[in-house]
């Protein structure tokens, strides 16, 4: 098997200099797959993301322990936009579009990496207008009067703009209508299948992450509990109870949740 | 479970129109709201249907239209007046006190019942501290019932995600508020908490009565468990009524639900895996 | 493994809300309060009480006052200076005109004359927000000072427009011993933390907060932006008046509007960043970073046995001042207390680092 | 009419040269949201940089063509500024990246006092001199028409042209160009900025040596105005309310509000000051901002201030 | 243990003033030095000294006051009126007076209320006076300023505003216009008190400023075509870092003058010799001699004069405490005799104190800048003390009034 493009390897975070958050993440992603990273709130998965992207610095966090690697290479030490001229870049979870630009400032604010020319840059706008039209008849307004949903794909869209080799998305379907959300997951299958962007994504919707992805991690409280072929996470009765919502007789109506609780085996 | 108790309409929205320069957010819009229902809200994105709560409880004055609640008929109030009638609300993108606690966030919710003045609160002697207690009391049993009380004293800043937006459930929670208005509780959570979140607004529905206003993109639980459904598109109303007449109603599919997909979501959820 | 509250239950919500939860805490606090009392007026030099002390603790006031709106409130006011000024001329002005005016009275007056203006400048803040807010503010401070030198009946028709007040005393108690002074400074300082405690911990305290964290969700709960931005306002212009009051009256006896200059009003909001905003502990220890590191660096050529001119060394001072300033907000960006606070959390979980 | 005029054109040159400084902040803010109150201090720092170039070069070279001297001169300061653009990314800006704006507010407040400590070390604290060959006499226009003909100093005259040409170029700096559109990104949101590539580092001594490069011609001009000295640092002062009152973020703002400031001031206390006892100017600016503000909280030219919820 | 006799200097050599305030901290320090070399000290009692940086700053003078005396301070010179009026409220209850020559409040002159403040040689109400009389010589008899407009650019603090009162009093006398023209602290702009003088086209000018806005003053007068000649300064408004920038453009300037300038006078020389020639000097020499320089010296030296006469009551040879300092400062009885001992004839005039007279003399001279150096442009001048005189008692007996003082008897006035 040839050696994985991101190789995280048992990596210790923590915020603060006291909150210890991530207990020894490891995790790979190959070239060309989409890997999800599931896992409840506050599992750490923003934090994984971060850590790869190198964007902790700015959250007063920092890996203590363990290594990450892109293509064998060690890459804790190096900046952000290190990363991103290596390829990686991070969808951030909460939108963050940058409030004052127009979506089209936005949008060509992600383009700042390249190299390649205007034509390139215009072609690669024109191919994310083409996967959000929304975006197109919004692409005067300040993003910060835009609804939740269109600075998401803003967001997503500007990440696109870097011609990434490799998108780290956090929670991408978080807020958008399910239209848009399955749109979303087929751009991702898109790139993935078309242009070979690999993706790791941090998501709730474990359902749509499961459908789009290779292979799972499941991490809860700071540490990876499960992971699999996304095709076996799928079957698994742990999976299917508490991250799909199928119990044994299959879907519970959210109606009935109130005479229902359940833990987690794994966390008692 | 007890049976609903509809009754009487609370909220009437008529004719609401509201622009912001060019961007017609909000287009002639009317609806209404009754008594102990759970009324949902569900939209594509950029829709207006934050826009339509902001209208609600008078964050934003619409240009056009009038909003009745109980009775009191306005065209632009403060939201402290809305406050005042019992509204309360959570929002989209979490607006809670970064700097504060999760209790302190919860309290900020008890603020307009608490009366003393400053000079008994620089002293904290007698009335005031009795009134802070009390209301801390109030406080402590909405953080039971949302089971938070771990994170009692943690800045809610540090919170992960999910707990925020319960956090956020609970400070509007706290105003014991009549009609509740609920700006996509769900987002960003997994079905575990989305059930979380479900008993809970059931359970603020059920025992207290309160009128809900949900927006949320989860179909599931919008089919689940709201009573009637208003489906905006682009500033317009394009279906209003009970969940499956809206599911199966061509405009809303064409416009939200997606275009290839007329199966109810519930049933796609459970087709979808592998037997 | 003495710093633990193990096996420290509350049982009522009062005693949940205490100021020190931590009863290690509290006796810490009793102890400091007992030497500040005790055994520093006792021990120090006339040196320590008056050049250091009794500014320290003045200046805490302000900065205890100023945090109250800027660090609950979060309204940016580059004004204090301004309203310490006022605090100094209305207690001048009422000891000058109204014989036998009790000296605590004075300084109480003055205070409320610092409310008045600061709630007058308070009332922009409904509209303008952040720095805009804080330059607005200057208004404040250029219109006081240029008001206390071009108006004649506030010097009390002084020719050179500087002031100075009589022999201080309370009653027949003379304030003319460095630990009277001392402990008069002392006195309204723990009365004022206290109370700004208080108010704090309060509803009002946390409509201040709402108001910082987040203005349009704290009004749709019910909070009225105005009456919690004018309540800042007021109580913390008091404070600072009073402090101003002080400052003029205890620390400095006879001053001009220089003396409130725009550079007391950065050197307040210094305080407040550096020790921590929206904190009580942090305006102490802002002012100790102001008050006390200058003449700490003032020793550095003693100690380092380095004749060095005055010029250079104080040039060499204000480097480093400002190099430390930059540290520590590097250090810790939420100031000193916060700083304090995660020592004091890690030496809670010691010996564990997590 | 004659007075009048002649206050309202040193007015209006008045402004300008505060909207010269004006122009550090705004840059400044406008690429980094960084509110720079170490301006005031760089320009001193500058200022003393390239008196003393000057000084030493004649002294040291014996070279003494007054344009080569100053250039030589200018292009020291500005080395010497680039260097300390690149200590301040380095050393402060960097760790503290995603600080909140008044934590990094604070910060430039503390690098203020090391560049004046730094400045009056190494360069000394005496008077120095710039000259740039600006001419310090009046001259006077249409003496004809009026008795006295109306005053005009050509040294403001040559330094508000000066001024303007700098502000010209800066603001189609920031209009399209790619550069111009990351610095507005990094100023709106650190992380995002990062995370999509933007070398925060490389931005910011950009930013910070062009700011350095307004602040040494702030420098030469209020230089050669005043004479170089500390006081030179407080001439931020009166740059805070232009900056404001234009816009924090607008480059041609600082531009218009400095002349606003300028006019305002020197006609209301020609015209009002005698009523209120004089020095009115001192406040005027800054009350006017705050009445502005309450009709436009953002400035003339600001960026609207965005809360939604 | 050998004797020391301490002097604590506050100065500021930092900041906005610090232009003007190095030349006259340099001044003081060079001359305790030159007693110390040349004499071995006052009666074999050595001078020692400690600067304190004040930055022109009030609070950072108190505390400095508060540091250096306690370390045996027997006399203070603030070196700004701000920390003067925070001190006058202090020295009474440590008993260490202050010697603010030239400068602090005017109505301080009267010792009988003011029983710690030394303004020797003059105080801004004498500057004032005899700048009146200056301007009155000029057109040929103070009558002959009847309808002239006299204007005064002030810096806008209570040092600018002291000359005020007596201005006023001489415009009721003489029936000259005054204009009042205040300039914002620390005066780097100045446009519209300038245009303000174009507007009004006053006579003369009189210039009330420190540190930048002096040399501000001066190029806006150049920039606005107002003539220098016709411009006349305090003594604090003439000195070299006041002109120097300007060069040419301040030529014909006129500034009243405490002292001379210039390195001949015989203390300078002495300087020179005992203290820069040993590779001992404080500042650059060429600095040695300038006006504030040598005010510096002149100011150490009444302070050292005052030690040793009151060491020839309490003893010589002994370090004297505040309260002796204060006797020999209000006994200095310095004729030329005994200045031409310490080489400082023509540098002051006689000088001679009393316990109610804290001034001791008003001799000032008026000097003009020729584009080098500072000449000398009029003979000595006396205040006039006739109008004086009344004006300082009632001020003092007012501010005694609000402090609640008695005035010091003879009786008083012996120990
Ligand atoms: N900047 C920070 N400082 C301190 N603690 C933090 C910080 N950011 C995150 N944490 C803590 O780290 C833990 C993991 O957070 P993280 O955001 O990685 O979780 P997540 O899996 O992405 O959750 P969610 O699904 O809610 O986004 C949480 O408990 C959170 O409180
Ligand atoms: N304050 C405002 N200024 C300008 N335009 C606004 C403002 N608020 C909302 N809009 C615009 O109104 C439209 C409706 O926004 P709204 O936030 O109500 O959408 P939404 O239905 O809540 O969408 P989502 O599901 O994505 O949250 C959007 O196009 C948005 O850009
Ligand atoms: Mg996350
Ligand atoms: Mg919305």
């Known amino acids: 098997m040839t050696a994985p493009l991101l190789n995280v390897n048992g990596i210790e975070v923590i915020y603060n200099h006291v909150i210890l958050v991530l207990k020894g993440v490891s995790l790979q992603v190959r070239e060309g797959s989409v890997v999800a990273l599931l896992g409840g709130n506050g599992a750490g998965k923003t934090t994984t993301l971060r850590a790869v992207s190198n964007l902790l610095e700015g959250e007063r966090g920092e890996v203590t322990k363990g290594s990450i690697e892109l293509r064998g290479e060690r890459i804790e030490k190096l900046s952000t936009s290190a990363m991103v001229e290596r390829g990686v870049v991070q969808v951030m979870e909460g939108r963050h579009c940058f409030a004052h630009l127009t979506i089209e400032e936005n949008l060509m604010t992600g383009a700042y990496t390249r190299k390649d020319g205007r034509a390139a840059v215009a072609a690669t706008l024109e191919k994310v207008y083409a996967y959000f039209p929304r975006l197109k008849t919004r692409r005067a307004s300040q993003a910060a009067y835009t609804s939740g949903g269109e600075q998401q794909m803003c967001a997503i869209g500007r990440a696109l703009m870097a011609n990434p080799k490799m998108v780290l998305l956090d929670e991408p379907s978080m807020g958008l209508a399910p239209q848009i959300v399955e749109e979303v997951f087929e751009i991702v299958r898109d790139l993935n299948a078309k242009e070979k962007t690999t993706f790791l994504l941090a998501e709730q919707n474990t359902n749509m992450a499961l459908r789009y992805a290779d292979y799972g991690y499941i991490l809860e409280n700071g540490r990876i509990v499960m992971d699999g072929a996304a095709a076996e996470l799928r079957e698994n009765e742990d999976v299917k109870e508490f991250y799909l919502g199928v119990g044994g007789e299959g879907r519970r109506s959210f109606k009935d949740v109130k005479s229902y609780k359940r833990r987690k085996r794994w966390l008692a | 479970m007890a049976t609903k108790r509809i009754g009487d309409v609370v909220l009437d929205v008529k004719n609401i129109s509201l622009a912001f320069g060019g961007v017609k957010a909000l287009t002639d819009i009317s609806f209404d709201v009754r008594e102990h229902e759970i009324r949902a809200i569900i939209g594509p994105n950029g829709a207006g249907k934050s826009s339509m709560l902001n209208c609600i409880n008078g964050v934003y004055q619409p240009q056009q239209g009038a909003i009745t609640l109980r009775g009191r008929t306005y065209h632009g109030m403060s939201p402290r007046q809305v406050a005042e009638m019992g509204v309360a609300r959570t929002f989209q993108n979490l607006a809670l006190f970064k700097g504060m606690s999760v209790l302190d966030n919860i309290m900020t919710g008890r603020n307009l019942r608490m009366k003393r003045g400053l000079l008994w609160q620089a002293l904290h002697i007698g009335p005031a501290r009795r009134e802070e207690t009390e209301q801390r009391a109030v406080a402590e049993r909405i953080i039971d019932f949302l089971e938070i009380q771990a994170w009692r004293k943690t800045p809610v800043g540090r919170l992960p995600y999910g707990l925020q937006k319960r956090v956020d459930l609970g400070r509007a929670l706290a105003m014991e508020p009549s009609l509740l208005l609920l700006d996509e509780p769900m987002a960003g959570m997994n079905v575990e908490e989305k059930q979380d979140m479900c008993r809970f607004i059931l359970d603020v529905n059920d025992e207290f009565g309160t009128t809900i206003v949900l927006i949320e993109h989860d179909m599931g639980v919008v089919m689940d468990i709201s009573d009637r459904v208003v489906v905006l598109d682009y500033g317009k109303k394009i279906g209003d009524g009970a969940p499956d007449e809206v599911r199966t109603s061509e405009d809303v599919i064409r416009a939200y639900l997606g275009g290839e997909q007329t199966q109810p979501q519930r049933h796609r959820d459970t087709e979808e895996l592998p037997a | 493994m003495l710093y633990r509250e193990n096996g420290q239950f509350k049982t009522s919500y009062p005693a949940d809300s205490q100021i020190l939860p931590i009863r290690q805490d509290r006796i810490a606090m009793g102890l400091l309060l007992a030497a500040a009392f005790i055994l520093v007026p006792m021990a120090s030099s006339e040196y320590l009480l008056r050049a250091v002390f009794v500014p320290f603790l003045i200046l805490s006031l302000a900065a205890l006052g100023l945090n109250v709106l800027v660090g609950y409130c979060g309204q940016i006011s580059l004004g204090s200076g301004a309203f310490m000024a006022v605090g100094a001329y209305v207690a001048y002005n009422c000891q000058a005109r109204f014989e036998g005016m009790p000296l605590i009275v004075a300084l109480l007056a003055g205070g409320l004359g610092a409310t008045v203006l600061g709630v007058a400048f308070g009332l922009p803040s409904l509209r303008i927000k952040g720095l805009y807010l804080a330059v607005a503010t200057l208004a404040a401070q250029f219109f006081v000072d240029w008001a206390c030198l071009r108006l004649k009946w506030v010097t009390n028709d002084s020719t050179s427009g500087s002031v100075s007040v009589a022999d201080l005393h309370i009653g027949s108690l003379s304030l003319e011993s460095p630990q009277a002074r001392y402990l008069l400074c002392l006195a309204f300082v723990v009365v004022f933390a206290l109370a700004t405690k208080n108010l704090v911990r309060g509803h009002i305290g946390r409509s201040w907060m709402a108001m910082r964290d987040m203005d349009v969700a704290a009004s749709v709960i019910g909070i009225r932006p105005m009456q919690a931005k004018l309540s800042a306002f007021a109580v913390s212009s008091f404070i600072i008046g009073v402090a101003g009051a002080l400052w003029g009256f205890v620390h400095l006896g006879s001053w001009e509007p220089a003396a409130f200059g725009i550079n007391r009003s950065f050197d307040l909001l210094f305080m407040v960043i550096i020790g921590g905003l929206g904190s009580i502990s942090g305006a102490f220890f802002g002012a100790a970073f102001i008050v006390v590191l200058p003449l700490v660096l003032d020793k550095l050529p003693y100690w380092t046995g380095m004749p060095m001119d005055t010029a250079t060394a104080s040039h060499l001072a204000l480097m480093i001042f400002g190099a430390l300033i930059v540290f520590f907000l590097i250090k810790e960006p939420h100031g000193l207390a916060r700083l304090w606070a995660t020592a004091k959390e890690k030496l809670r979980l010691w010996p564990f680092p997590h | 009419m004659g007075p009048f005029l002649e206050t309202l054109i040193g007015g209006l040159m008045s402004g300008m040269l505060y909207s010269l400084i004006a122009l550090g902040f705004v840059l400044i803010f406008k690429a980094s949201g960084v509110f720079n109150f170490a301006q005031g201090a760089m320009v001193l720092f500058a200022a003393l940089a390239m008196a003393r170039f000057a000084e030493w070069i004649q002294k040291y070279t014996g070279l003494d063509g007054k344009l080569a001297v100053n250039l030589l001169a200018f292009a020291g300061g500005l080395a010497v500024m680039v260097v300390v653009a690149w200590l301040v990314e380095w050393l402060a800006l960097s760790r503290l990246v995603n600080q909140e704006g008044i934590t990094l507010l604070m910060a430039t407040l503390g690098i203020a006092y090391l560049l004046e400590g730094a400045g009056q070390m190494l360069f000394g604290n005496d008077i120095y001199k710039i000259d740039i060959g600006l001419p310090k006499d009046p001259m006077f226009l249409f003496e004809q028409t009026f008795e006295g003909g109306i005053l005009v100093s050509k040294e403001d005259l040559y330094a508000a042209l000066i001024a303007a040409a700098l502000v010209a170029g800066l603001s189609l700096f920031f209009q399209k160009t790619a550069t111009g559109r990351a610095l507005r990104a990094v100023a709106d949101d650190h992380q995002a900025a990062q995370s999509i590539g933007i070398p925060l580092s490389r931005i910011w001594v950009i930013v910070w040596s062009v700011a350095g490069f307004v602040a040494l011609v702030a420098g030469m001009i209020w230089g050669s105005k005043l004479g170089v000295q500390f006081s030179l640092s407080l001439v931020a002062l009166k740059a805070l309310p232009v900056v404001i009152l234009g816009g924090l973020t607008s480059v041609p703002g600082a531009i218009v509000g400095g002349l606003l400031i300028g006019v305002g001031e020197k006609l209301s206390e020609a015209y009002l000051g005698s009523l209120m006892g004089g020095g009115i100017e001192y406040w005027f600016g800054y009350v006017l901002v705050l009445v502005v503000l309450l009709v436009r909280p953002q400035g003339l030219f600001g960026e609207k201030i965005i809360d939604r919820v | 243990q050998a004797k020391e006799q301490f002097f604590p200097l506050l100065v500021y050599r930092t900041g906005p003033y610090s232009p003007n305030g190095t030349p006259w901290a340099n001044g003081k320090q060079d001359y305790i030095k030159l007693i110390n070399a040349r004499d071995g000290g006052v009666n074999g009692v050595k001078l020692t000294f400690e600067e304190c940086e004040t930055g022109y700053a009030t609070d950072k003078g108190v505390e400095c006051y508060e540091r250096l005396k306690g370390k045996g301070a027997s006399l203070f010179d603030p070196q700004a009126t701000g920390i003067t009026f925070a001190l006058t409220d202090k020295v009474p209850h ?116 420190w540190g930048v806005m002096n040399s501000t003053a001066l190029k806006e007068a150049q920039a606005t075509g107002y003539p220098r000649d016709k411009m006349y300064g305090v003594w604090w408004s003439g000195a070299e870092p006041d002109v120097k920038d300007v060069g040419e453009g301040a030529k014909g300037y006129n500034a009243l003058a405490l002292n001379t300038s210039g390195q001949s006078p015989k203390v300078i020389q002495d300087i020179l010799k005992y203290v820069h020639g040993k590779g001992q000097g404080t500042g650059p020499k060429e600095e040695v001699g300038s006006v504030l320089y040598t005010r510096g010296v002149v100011i150490q030296a009444l302070a050292v004069e005052a030690v040793r006469r009151a060491q020839e009551r309490f003893g010589k040879g002994k370090v004297m405490t505040g309260e002796q300092v204060r006797w020999g400062l209000e006994n200095l009885a310095l004729d030329e005799k005994k200045l031409a001992a310490l080489g400082l004839t023509g540098v002051i005039r006689p000088i001679s104190t009393s316990c109610f007279d804290h001034q001791g003399s008003t001799s000032v001279r008026v000097h003009t800048w020729d584009g080098k150096q500072w000449n000398f442009s009029s003979d000595w001048y006396q205040a006039d003390e006739a109008l004086l005189k009344p004006m300082v008692k009632a001020a003092a007996d007012k501010y005694a009034a609000e402090k609640k003082l008695t005035r010091r008897t003879s009786a008083e006035c012996q120990s």
């Not at chain 5, 009093?169 to 519209?192: D, N, W």
């Open chain 5, 94 to 209: 440590d008993k260490i007076p202050l010697i603010t020559l030239g400068y602090g409040l005017s109505a301080s002159a009267d010792g009988g209320v003011f029983a710690w403040n030394f303004p020797l040689m003059g105080s801004y109400w004498t500057a004032a006076d005899v700048l009146i009389q200056h301007l009155g010589k000029k057109e040929g008899g103070l009558d002959k300023l009847k309808g002239k407009k006299i204007a005064l650019v002030y810096h806008d603090s209570p040092f600018g505003k002291e000359p005020i009162p007596l201005l006023e009093e001489r415009q009721k006398m003489h029936g000259f216009e005054l204009i009042k023209i205040p300039v914002t602290a620390p005066g780097v702009e100045q446009k519209s008190a300038w245009l303000e003088v174009r507007k009004q086209r006053p006579d003369y000018v009189l210039l009330w400023g």
